[in-house]
């Protein structure tokens, strides 16, 4: 199974698509520091919103096989500039979060993702396991 880093505004969803995709109870958990697990690194999103701690996330990349770029549904803007997906030297998905909420605008994080330069992007809802099994599926394919 492929190893996936998760990147993202804090709040954007990352620690719950985490526990979703390990099967776990989801409950609030703010992350601190990076998380190594067996298929998610899961780092704090102030690494991913400061200019002097987002190149610490490169180093991260190194010991994953897939990046994954999460947006949540409602964000008001996109933290990722156009292209930045060139930059990574694995594989860079895009994956839209939280998008059960009423002020979600699914199509526009879509769209973000996709001038990022996510090539496939994904659709969750972690909360229900909706889109969850076609990460693990992804994340399955050797």
């Known amino acids: ?5 998760l990147m993202g505004r804090s709040e954007a969803g990352k620690t719950t698509l985490t526990q979703a995709l390990r099967g ?3 409950h609030y958990d703010k992350t601190q520091y990076v998380k190594h697990g067996e298929m998610v690194i899961d780092t704090p999103g102030e690494y991913s919103q400061s200019h ?26 996109s933290l990722f500039p156009p292209c930045c997906a060139a930059q ?4 860079v998905i895009g994956i ?14 879509h ?3 996709e001038l990022a330069g996510c090539r496939q ?12 099994k076609a990460i693990l599926d992804y994340l399955a394919l050797e």
């Open 88 to 91: 990574a030297n694995r594989e």
């Open 52 to 77: 002097r701690l987002a190149k610490a996330l490169a180093l991260y990349t190194y010991e994953a096989d897939v990046v994954g770029l999460l947006c949540a549904a409602n964000e008001p803007y």
């Open 24 to 26: 776990e109870e989801i």
């Open 121 to 132: 992007i994904f659709h969750v809802n972690s909360k229900e396991g909706v889109g969850v």
């Open 1 to 5: 199974m492929k190893k996936m880093v």
């Open 96 to 109: 839209v979060t939280k998008i059960d909420l009423p002020n979600a605008n699914v199509p526009l994080a």
């Open 111 to 113: 769209r973000w993702l």
